[in-house]
């Protein structure tokens, strides 16, 4: 004897299915203020390190603080939401732009 199931029970279910997305949803969250965002000063790989350029790219990033990384240096693994960190070479161009 097969079990019947009422048909409101699919209802829903096949319902769901049509559901559509709006953009709202598929927008990133927003960022808390001082939080980094190293995607927006990517554009700086290969300029001069400089307390200028520094200056600079931390504002552009949105973070709150900046580390200067120079060349064979070692860094702690801490992660911090709100630091900038930017390495160069020994000709002192920008070589890596991230947030930790």
């Not at 096949?14 to 559509?20: D, F, I, K, N, R």
């Not at 400089?50 to 060349?71: C, H, K, N, V, Y």
């Amino acid at each position: 004897m097969a079990m019947r199931v009422p048909f409101f029970v699919f209802t829903p279910l096949a319902l769901g299915a049509c559901a559509t997305v709006s953009v709202q949803d598929e927008l990133p969250p927003p960022r808390d203020p001082g939080s980094c965002d190293a995607d927006a000063v990517q554009s700086h790989l290969g300029h001069e390190a400089t307390s200028d350029m520094g200056a600079a790219i931390l504002a552009e990033s949105g973070a709150r603080t900046l580390r200067w990384g120079p060349p064979d240096s070692a860094w702690t693994m801490d992660y911090r939401e709100d630091r900038l960190n930017v390495r160069y070479d020994r000709d002192m161009k920008i070589t890596a732009v991230t947030c930790g």
